[in-house]
């Protein structure tokens, strides 16, 4: 079950970045795209930053040689929540201040530049909730409830399309960048709800 989960992850997120890449293929132009897979890129990277520093919590808890569990989970999860909101916030303030003196380090065209700047100000709104969302992913996995954060992922993947295609009358081909946000506070409510239940809880 765990490969398959493996699998499916990372077959929804190959979807997920794919078809980002084909909606602007057909619809914009070659700035756009390397502008948006810059974003995805850092995105991704303060995800997997967030994998590190929640599975390193959770290891550290040695929950598979507890005599608590549920008390020791209670732990591992407020731990690893803490630690890895505190470096998404860390990696999105970052972003916010020093990714328009990096990208001209290379530069860049100016075209690339500013759309980077301009989708990554609205896409990187939700950034400080990555640490809870992958938390609430290793809450899951550590209780081997695998088919739930593939049904999270398929159906935020279903909303995120829906919302971008509301959008899409009215900011084109930027209807994806807002959506994501959006999308990502609507899974922010479920999250924190799987938040208090693994914490707070007394069953």
């Known amino acids: 079950m765990k490969k398959l989960f493996y699998f499916l992850t990372i077959l929804?997120?190959?979807?997920?970045?794919?078809?980002?890449?084909?909606?602007?293929?057909?619809?914009?132009?070659?700035?756009?795209?390397?502008?948006i897979n810059i974003n995805l890129a850092l995105y991704?990277?303060?995800?997997?930053?967030?994998?590190?520093?929640?599975?390193?919590?959770?290891?550290?808890?040695?929950?598979?040689?507890?005599?608590?569990?549920?008390?020791d989970m209670k732990i591992a999860f407020a731990n690893s929540f803490f630690a890895s909101s505190i470096v998404s916030i860390i990696s999105a303030c970052i972003i916010y201040?020093?990714?328009?003196?990096?990208?001209?380090?290379?530069?860049?065209?100016?075209?690339?530049?500013?759309?980077?700047?301009?989708?990554?100000?609205?896409w990187f709104i939700s950034s400080p909730f990555i640490g809870l969302e992958v938390t609430v992913f290793r809450y899951f996995y550590e209780i081997e409830y695998f088919k739930k954060p593939i049904k999270i992922l398929?159906?935020?993947?279903?909303?995120?399309?829906?919302?971008?295609?509301l959008f899409f009358a009215e900011r084109?081909?930027?209807?994806?960048?807002?959506a994501k946000p959006i999308c990502d506070i609507?899974?922010?409510?479920?999250?924190?709800?799987?938040?208090?239940?693994?914490?707070l809880n007394n069953a």
């Open 12 to 35: 929804i997120l190959i979807i997920f970045i794919s078809s980002i890449n084909i909606f602007l293929k057909i619809n914009s132009d070659l700035n756009h795209i390397i502008s």
């Open 44 to 71: 991704l990277m303060i995800i997997l930053i967030c994998i590190f520093v929640v599975n390193r919590n959770f290891k550290k808890a040695k929950l598979n040689e507890s005599k608590s569990y549920r008390k």
């Open 97 to 122: 201040g020093f990714l328009n003196n990096i990208l001209e380090l290379f530069k860049l065209k100016e075209g690339i530049i500013n759309f980077t700047i301009f989708s990554m100000k609205i």
């Open 154 to 165: 398929i159906f935020k993947l279903l909303i995120f399309y829906f919302i971008s295609f």
């Open 172 to 178: 084109k081909t930027n209807c994806f960048i807002y």
């Open 186 to 199: 609507i899974f922010l409510l479920y999250y924190t709800r799987i938040c208090f239940d693994a914490t």
